[in-house]
T-cell receptor, first 117, second 114 residues
Framework: AQSVSQHNHHVILSEAASLELGCNYS??????LFWYVQYPGQHLQLLLK??????LVKGIKGFEAEFIKSKFSFNLRKPSVQWSDTAEYFC???????????????FGRGTQLTVWP | DAGVIQSPRHEVTEMGQEVTLRCKPI?????LFWYRQTMMRGLELLIY????????DSGMPEDRFSAKMPNASFSTLKIQPSEPRDSAVYFC????????????FGAGTRLSVL
């Protein structure tokens, strides 16, 4: 069955610390990969996405993610977090099937990031 | 584009009442998804449509839940009768499907069933 694992449920950091959030998926075929962010009381917003090409993807607000196919991973990173990065972060996978995506996203359970000023 | 528009933003109702949530997708997006988010269960996919046709409704919890997409610019999620355990934030998301992947979320409807 399709699954997306986010190993850290809650991460607490001080401002300026570096961040890495893990994401692994189980689907063996070709995938599109996404990271979404949900600020308190708001909806999910797309941070970055990987479809093909350079496995290191840069997104908004200084975030980046690296796709490592051999490890089925798509970890999110930021070199220096800010208090305003406090939010919940969701990894998601979209399967490519027979050359076209099905549109459906499989989400991880999310990682709550708390950044102390 | 105004993005995905959901209404109402907040709904408070009493147990047993009918609740209808509405979603207007981004123009040109041919896939539409309804999600439910709670603290206990996280983000759950309830149903999704492609070109107005329901593709997978296996996430719909019970027969009390139903969803329709009568045209490309409108979808509804109905709960009848509502129960306190239906209290959650309901999100609608739309996407280009095909090779586009990615989904864009509405602001959500916060439902409280008393």
């Amino acid at each position: 069955a399709q699954s997306v694992s986010q190993h850290n449920h809650h991460v607490i950091l001080s401002e300026a610390a570096s961040l890495e959030l893990g994401c692994n998926y189980s689907y063996g075929g070709t995938v599109n990969l996404f990271w979404y962010v949900q600020y308190p009381g708001q909806h999910l917003q797309l941070l970055l996405k990987y479809f093909s090409g350079d496995p290191l993807v840069k997104g908004i607000k200084g975030f980046e993610a690296e796709f490592i196919k051999s490890k089925f991973s798509f970890n999110l990173r930021k070199p220096s977090v800010q208090w305003s990065d406090t939010a919940e972060y969701f990894c998601a996978v979209n399967r490519k099937n027979r050359g076209s995506t099905l549109g459906r996203l499989y989400f991880g359970r999310g990682t709550q990031l708390t950044v102390w000023p | 584009d105004a993005g995905v528009i959901q209404s109402p933003r907040h709904e408070v109702t009493e147990m047993g009442q009918e609740v209808t949530l509405r979603c207007k997708p981004i123009s040109g997006h041919n896939s539409l998804f309804w999600y439910r988010q709670t603290m206990m269960r996280g983000l759950e996919l309830l149903i999704y449509f492609n070109n107005n046709v329901p593709i997978d409704d296996s996430g719909m919890p019970e027969d009390r839940f139903s969803a329709k997409m009568p045209n490309a610019s409108f979808s509804t999620l109905k709960i009848q009768p509502s129960e306190p355990r239906d209290s959650a934030v309901y999100f609608c998301a739309t996407g280009e499907g095909g090779q586009g992947g990615g989904q864009y979320f509405g602001a959500g409807t916060r439902l409280s069933v008393l």
